[in-house]
């Protein structure tokens, strides 16, 4: 089916079900076009909460849409691609970090939202890579923090807060894909340009990186900052993100090697197939959502967020 009458046909099906759709920012550019909504973990989680339809489309990868379906569990959580993962929240199983709490008795838990919800169901508290530091800062001080599954950012957060954490050795594989020597190259090509990482990054590039900034957090910076030319230390998705914001400015990837292979699991034909069915719906076993929200709404209510669009 040609494209046109595939955007077409998602736009009226969706109309006629009632349905909202929601998309990360690195989504592919076709599947930002058609969303309702764009926006990071965080905005996306508010998102759910408020938004008045039953039925919530969602593309992003599994935990984003899990996500969703704790925090709203009378509405119709649709994920297109259920088999689109997110491997650095699978580094981390609930009886391991089970294990690990068993170590360090006392220890408060930080859990980033990549993770499954039977991991959130036992930390006691979530945050996204745009309220870390404040959810982090927010931890009583006299505790041991164990912060999971990303090292990096549970890193970058610690020398933000002067808090030392207990990390959990996990990490983003297509955020790993940056090479100094190639923003060097870029930095020499485009002068003045202004370099914004995604936190997931490692310490070695977030040394070469100007700014170290969440997916909403670099959509606010690209916007007040006065530079022309930005280079974009994170999924490549965000390329499109922010070019189509900002026709004005100039946007690079720091890596086209950096794409994540399951956020562009979801396609327009999948789009279509997914409203046509309203399957596969995300389902959460009421136990685990119980426990999971609690961690959520704590990020929910304590993190100030960086504004998204
Ligand atoms: P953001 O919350 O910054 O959009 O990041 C989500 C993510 O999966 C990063 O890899
Ligand atoms: Fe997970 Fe990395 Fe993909 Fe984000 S970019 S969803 S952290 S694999």
């Avoid at 009583?140 to 990390?167: H, N, S, V």
């Avoid at 990482?197 to 977030?206: M, Q, R, T």
């Avoid at 090697?257 to 997914?274: D, F, G, Q, S, W």
Wanted: charge should be neutral; hydrophobic fraction near 40%; proline fraction near 7%.
């Amino acid at each position: 089916m040609p494209k046109s009458e595939l955007v077409e046909r998602i736009r009226h099906l969706k109309e006629e079900k009632g349905a909202v759709i929601l998309a990360h920012n690195y989504q592919l550019p076709e599947i930002q076009d058609i969303a309702d909504h764009l926006g990071d973990s965080l905005a996306l989680s508010r998102l759910a909460t408020t938004l008045p339809q039953e039925i919530i489309l969602f593309c992003g990868v599994f935990f984003m849409a899990e996500t969703a379906a704790i925090l709203s569990p009378r509405k119709r959580v649709i994920l297109p691609d259920p088999t689109a993962g997110c491997p650095m929240a699978d580094m981390i199983t609930a009886e391991a970090l089970a294990r690990l709490q068993e170590k360090h008795p006392g220890a408060y838990t930080v859990m980033y939202v990549n993770s499954t919800a039977e991991v959130k169901a036992l930390a006691d508290c979530c945050c996204t890579s745009a309220n870390g530091v404040e959810m982090v800062a927010a931890a009583p001080a006299d505790r041991e923090i164990i912060f999971a599954p990303d090292k990096y950012l549970g890193g970058w957060i610690a020398t933000r807060t002067g808090r030392e954490m207990i990390l959990w050795n996990g990490f983003c594989p297509s955020h790993q894909k940056f090479v100094p020597e190639e923003i060097r190259g870029l930095r020499r090509k485009y002068p003045g340009a202004v370099v914004m990482s995604h936190p997931e990054v490692n310490p070695g590039i977030a040394a070469e990186s100007d700014v170290i900034l969440g997916t909403g957090g670099m959509i606010d910076f690209a916007g007040k900052d006065p530079a022309g030319t930005f280079i974009v230390g994170t999924e490549v998705g965000m390329v499109y993100r922010l070019q189509k914001l900002y026709p004005g400015k100039r946007f690079l990837p720091a890596s086209p090697r950096a794409l994540c292979p399951n956020m562009k699991k979801i396609t327009l034909e999948k789009v279509l197939t997914a409203l046509e069915s309203l399957e596969p719906v995300i389902r959460v076993a009421p136990d685990t959502a119980r426990a999971a929200r609690a961690a959520i709404e704590r990020m929910l209510k304590t993190g100030r967020a960086e504004k998204n669009s």
